[in-house]
């Protein structure tokens, strides 16, 4: 009798474990989802830099880069010395650079968003694609050279971005699933210019 007793304890206790585990590993498993499509909501959302205020690498690489290459390089080569203008192959990997810190910093007017258990997709309206991995895998895009490592933290996506620049880049995504909105912010601190937030609010208009 005592026996069965003992049996009938274990049993009981073994299905609660059995039960608690579950209850965790649901609640786990249960994550925002940021998949569908999604306008900016420009009323909500920090409006761009003006150009001065940006860093100023930036805006004279976007103002002369091209034209100082090509003019004096072609000037001093022709004179028998002097460095020669950068390939073309290094010029366009700067430009594609820039415009991934221009998607961190100025995303897109729409965003369309995929996401599985292992892979979160991120397309823009011009076709640009970032790809996250929240088990806190580290991602780098081989055509800019950006590093992403993104893990979940509570309902909050976390991505931690390297290789875009001076400085230390952090982006989160925060839905709102009451207002069927999603908040992106993102944090430069560490660089040439001052700390910035620069946040933008999105409306979903499809699942």
């Known amino acids: 009798m005592v026996r069965e007793l003992l049996s009938a304890g274990m049993v009981v206790a073994v299905a609660a474990l059995i039960a608690t585990w579950l209850s965790i590993e649901s609640r786990a498993q249960t994550k925002p989802s940021l ?3 999604w306008t900016l909501n420009t009323g909500l959302s920090d409006q761009p830099q003006e150009r001065g205020e940006q860093s100023g690498d930036t805006g004279r690489r976007r103002g002369g880069g091209s034209g100082h290459g090509g003019g004096f390089g072609r000037g001093r080569m ?9 390939p073309e192959a290094d010029r366009d ?8 810190m221009r998607d961190i910093m100025e995303p897109s007017d729409r965003l369309t968003i995929t996401q599985t258990e292992t892979m979160i997709v991120i397309t823009t309206a011009e076709g640009r694609t ?3 991995s929240p088990d806190g895998s580290k991602i780098k895009d081989d055509n800019t050279g950006i590093e992403r490592k993104t893990r979940w933290d509570g309902d909050k996506l976390v991505s931690d971005i390297s290789g875009a620049g001076p400085g230390k880049i952090t982006q989160t995504y925060v839905v709102d699933p009451e207002h069927h909105q999603l908040r992106i912010t993102a944090s430069l601190e560490g660089g040439r210019g001052q700390p910035r937030t620069v946040t933008h609010v999105y409306d979903q208009i499809s699942h």
Do not use: M, Q, S
């Not at 022709?78 to 950068?86: E, L, N, S, T």
């Not at 990997?93 to 991934?100: G, I, L, N, S, Y």
């Open 35 to 37: 998949t569908g499509a």
């Open 78 to 86: 022709g004179r028998g010395g002097g460095d020669a203008p950068r």
């Open 93 to 100: 990997a700067t430009a594609r650079k820039r415009e991934a």
């Open 130 to 132: 970032t790809r996250l």
